[in-house]
């Protein structure tokens, strides 16, 4: 078999996870091959095993272990023992595969010192020099050439004190920094940190006004209107800047122009500018403003949430930041002393056969959120100014999926934190008149005679301006039922037909959400009666049980509002137009309930 490849070394990377490797070379005994991993040379057998010995493609080299992770760090190298081993014996017939594999053999030694040659170092082809030999090894001393450069030497390292040094120049990293830089024309050198030095043009233009040696003598040379009062002559055109987006502190000193678009919905709470800087801003969304009476002071000493169109003008005189609302719709930025239905309640939103909707059972623990029909609009108390009451309202006006999710097999009170988000407690909110915040964590007090809420945190309870919109009772996997509490806190049964029988209990859902309502049942004349014509309404009547009659006593918690008669006279009236007490016809009369909550 001939040698026909002049390969005799294959290099492979480590993985850690493979461990079989090819050899392209062929080998006459496993022996023949010499195998390192990250230089160490490897034992046959312990460390390895050879398949394909004999054969003229190779064959494998299989690891016991499979060699680490490296740049070519498995090696595998054809090592053949210099040695003759073929003996010819006169008159022995001369087998031609044993002639072969000697003359292999002799190959392959051949191939092996030419892999060793071709890594050691040489004179190039051309070069005159022979005969050159390393001396002997000298401690501390460097090889190099003689002086004629004809042959190699021991040399020994100069010592150079610290004396020497002082006199030459110490390395300088604005030097060093200095002397990257380039010597194209119309260029100016500029410090970018310490010691670091870059370039820019500097353009002829330029130097014009470098020269200049006051403000009003370059801006003379620019064509620029002078620092002191000037009359504008021709229309000035402000900039529109890119877009900036909402943010709890909204950055104007980036801006690229006076006039620029706030996209987002991110509440803020102050703007940065430079002092005298003036913009005008116009939202994009939803976008509420944080009052601050230095950081954002917004007009009318409220917060406010934009809508889309709201134009809004800063300016900060270096103490106060400015902000001046201008509605789309031209109607007053809510402000202090305007007289709200009532507040700390949703004033209106969707309704499905008269019931408040807004609130919607979702997937699992979840509840959702309908708007987009009829916006839901939210009104909180934020306590008073000099003007009067304070109160900021928010407006959303799109359905949202999943806007709380919800512990399980609990009630839970939502409420929405206006212009920030959705949230939920499972406990009740409390609704005082004064006194000290319960901080437990989760747990609203609203102070009604300060018109203020506050959060509890387990630590304190800061003031926030939320809203309770409803409550959802929960499984151990589901939402079971939601109630959304009555707009504006206010209820009216509506009218029932006939008036109910002996000792029966009537009870409506009035669903307002807290138990400081006022509980008014009522009756009305639907065919004429005791004097009273169809339409006439009266809300005192008595009950009696044989013994003694009493008015009505309404019942009432936070969902629910009722009243009771008695077991030998339901309903016992005076005449409108006077004389002794009897009962009316029960069915000439409808009745109903009215559920106020009180002013809050």
């Known amino acids: 078999m001939t040698v026909s490849s002049q390969t005799s070394r294959n290099e492979f990377n480590g993985n850690g996870t493979t461990d079989t490797f090819a050899y392209t070379f062929r080998i006459l005994d496993e022996d023949h091959i010499a195998v390192y991993v990250d230089g160490a040379i490897k034992t046959i057998t312990t460390h390895y095993t050879v398949t394909g010995v004999g054969d003229s493609g190779g064959g494998s080299v299989v690891f016991v272990t499979p060699p680490p992770v490296g740049i070519a760090n498995v090696v595998m190298v054809r090592s053949v023992p210099m ?20 003359l292999d053999k002799l190959t392959m030694i051949v191939q092996q010192q030419q892999e060793q040659i071709d890594r050691t170092p040489a004179f190039a082809i051309t070069s005159t ?8 090894p000298s401690a501390t001393d460097v090889i190099g050439w003689n002086a004629a450069g004809t042959a190699l030497e021991n040399k020994t390292l100069v010592s150079i004190s610290a004396a020497d040094l002082s006199t030459l120049q110490p390395i300088d990293a604005t030097l060093t920094s200095l002397s990257a830089l380039g010597t194209a024309g119309d260029k100016i050198a500029y410090t970018t940190g310490v010691d670091t030095w870059a370039e820019t043009p500097l353009t002829a233009a330029a130097r014009t006004v470098l020269d200049d040696t006051t403000v009003a003598a370059m801006l003379a040379t620019l064509g620029g209107a002078a620092l002191a009062a000037n009359t ?5 055109v402000w900039k529109t800047g890119a877009n900036i987006a909402s943010a709890t502190t909204v950055d104007l000193t980036t801006a690229t122009g006076n006039l620029t678009h706030i996209t987002g919905t991110t509440p803020t709470t102050g703007v940065t500018m430079a002092s005298g800087q003036w913009m005008r801003c116009i939202a994009d969304a939803a976008w509420p403003l944080t009052y601050h009476a230095t950081n954002l002071r917004v007009n009318g000493g409220v917060s406010y949430t934009c809508t889309a169109g709201d134009t809004i003008d800063f300016f900060y005189d270096g103490t106060t930041l400015f902000a001046n609302v201008t509605k789309k719709d031209g109607t007053a930025v809510v402000t202090g002393g ?20 807004a609130l919607v059972i979702g997937t699992g623990l979840a509840v959702n959120l309908a708007a987009t029909a009829t916006p839901l609009i939210m009104n909180g108390a934020n306590g008073f100014n000099v003007s009067g009451e304070v109160n900021q309202l928010e407006v959303i006006s799109a359905d949202a999926t999943g806007i709380v999710t919800l512990p399980a097999s609990n009630t839970s009170y939502i409420y929405r934190i206006l212009g920030t988000s959705w949230a939920s407690t499972t406990l009740a909110p409390i609704y005082q008149a004064s006194g000290t915040p319960a901080v437990t964590n989760g747990q609203y007090t609203y102070n009604w005679l300060e018109k203020k809420g506050y959060l509890g945190n387990g630590t304190t309870a800061p003031q926030v301006i ?19 509490y009555a707009y504006q806190g206010d209820y009216d049964s509506g009218l029932v037909a006939t008036l109910p029988g002996l000792s029966t209990s009537v009870s409506f859902n009035h669903n307002v959400g807290t138990k400081f309502v006022t509980v008014i049942p009522y009756l009305e004349c639907i065919s004429t009666d005791l004097s009273y014509a169809v339409g006439d309404r009266v809300t005192i009547w008595a009950s009696g049980n044989g013994t003694w009659a009493a008015p009505p006593s309404p019942n009432w918690d936070r969902l629910t509002a009722g009243f009771q008669t008695c077991s030998a006279a339901a309903f016992i009236m005076m005449p409108k137009t006077g004389g002794a007490q009897t009962n009316p016809t029960a069915t000439k009369w409808k009745y109903g309930c009215v559920v106020t909550r009180r002013r809050m």
């Open 83 to 102: 040695t003759q081993e073929t003996d010819y014996v006169e008159n022995d017939p001369f087998h031609a595969k044993t002639h072969e594999d000697a």
């Open 129 to 136: 020099s022979e005969d050159i030999t390393f001396p002997e």
């Open 232 to 236: 504008f002559t021709g229309l000035q």
């Open 338 to 357: 305007s007289l709200m239905p009532v507040s700390q309640t949703v004033l209106s939103g969707l309704s499905t056969t008269g019931i408040p909707a």
């Open 466 to 484: 939320a809203v309770f919109v409803g409550e959802a009772v929960t499984s151990g996997v589901a939402v079971t039922s939601v109630t959304t």
